[in-house]
T-cell receptor
Framework: KAGVTQTPRYLIKTRGQQVTLSCSPI?????VSWYQQTPGQGLQFLFE???????NKGNFPGRFSGRQFSNSRSEMNVSTLELGDSALYLC?????????????FGDGTRLSIL | AQSVTQLGSHVSVSEGALVLLRCNYS??????LFWYVQYPNQGLQLLLK??????LVKGINGFEAEFKKSETSFHLTKPSAHMSDAAEYFC????????????FGSGTRLSIRP
């Protein structure tokens, strides 16, 4: 069974640009969550999608957005990139929504802002 | 609000020695607790989780953790460290009603001395 796939693995952008990251969950998984990981702030929850609806959102500015498609694949978008957006962005999928569900993580997209 | 505190950002043990990684949580409702491991340039992998029931939880790779409500702790242990255990370990908490939102600790980097 294929794991969570995130594309691209590495990305370099400049300030002011926008970026779209993609996440394909494990087949059959309907919930997708996104996290930002930085050395200073650690792992921070961005948002969670289930059945194409955003179920939960972390404390990030509106520049960070996401969506989920009918096949459960998800994308997150960051507009007007800032230097502080440099991070590893992790996607996790779970079978259903719910706090007790184990999450399966992808290897992440490493975003560097110049 | 929930929070997780991992005591010690870096722990070093000798190969064959006991591994003990400490985690304390704060939650106003009965928590769900998790330990994840992250190897370099990879995503997170679930080691074990506690939701309800038996307070001693066994996970993969010989790790186990004990939920102690009176101490609000969920420490991770392994009787005998192996070189392949060197990685970053994250304790995490969520609770019913929080959808799949997980709050992560700041992580503990485990080094194994030959």
């Amino acid at each position: 069974k294929a794991g969570v796939t995130q594309t691209p693995r590495y990305l370099i952008k400049t300030r002011g640009q926008q970026v779209t990251l993609s996440c394909s969950p494990i087949s059959g998984h309907r919930s997708v969550s996104w996290y930002q990981q930085t050395p200073g702030q650690g792992l921070q929850f961005l948002f969670e999608y289930f059945s194409e609806t955003q179920r939960n959102k972390g404390n990030f500015p509106g520049r960070f957005s996401g969506r989920q498609f009918s096949n459960s694949r998800s994308e997150m978008n960051v507009s007007t990139l800032e230097l502080g957006d440099s991070a590893l962005y992790l996607c996790a999928s779970s079978l259903n929504e719910g706090a007790g569900q184990p999450q399966h993580f992808g290897d992440g997209t490493r975003l560097s802002i110049l | 609000a929930q929070s997780v505190t991992q005591l010690g950002s870096h722990v070093s043990v000798s190969e064959g020695a006991l591994v003990l990684l400490r985690c304390n949580y704060s939650s106003s409702v009965p928590p769900y607790l998790f330990w994840y491991v992250q190897y370099p340039n990879q995503g997170l992998q679930l080691l074990l989780k506690y939701t309800t029931g038996a307070t001693l939880v066994k996970g993969i790779n010989g790790f186990e953790a004990e939920f102690k409500k009176s101490e609000t702790s969920f420490h991770l242990t392994k009787p005998s460290a192996h070189m392949s255990d060197a990685a970053e370990y994250f304790c995490a908490v969520s609770s019913p009603g929080s959808a799949s939102k997980i709050i992560f600790g700041s992580g503990t980097r485990l080094s194994i001395r030959p």
